[in-house]
């Protein structure tokens, strides 16, 4: 039965690394809640596979991947943020243009 589990956890993660579409139309919470109950479900499953070397692994690679992925929940949160309109994007390219334009200089 844990096996089934590790199989849909790399499945969900898999799907959420993978979001297209506008910003705006992301909801960071449910994210946030989904990226917790996957890190939480690849840490069990790499308790219960303690005895079988390859599973063990791939849930621990899961596990790592979702720890990655934790990194950049706060910059999703901001960018998801309802409240940012066109002129703040206009902003943030903008300071982007002149980062790169003082690597050139």
């Known amino acids: 039965m844990p096996r089934n589990f590790i199989f849909i956890a790399v499945y969900c993660f898999i799907s959420l690394s993978l979001l297209l579409g506008p910003f705006q139309d992301l909801n960071s919470e ?22 079988a070397a390859g599973p063990r692994r791939i849930a621990e690679s899961v596990r790592s991947k979702i720890d990655k992925f934790k990194q950049h929940l706060p910059i999703l949160t901001t960018i998801c943020n309802p409240g940012i309109k066109d002129r703040h994007w206009s902003q943030v390219c903008c300071v982007d243009v002149l980062r790169v334009a003082s690597c050139f200089v």
Do not use: V
């Not at 990226?35 to 303690?50: D, E, M």
């Open 30 to 51: 449910e994210i946030s809640e989904e990226i917790g109950q996957l890190w939480r479900t690849a840490y069990k499953l790499t308790k219960a596979f303690s005895d």
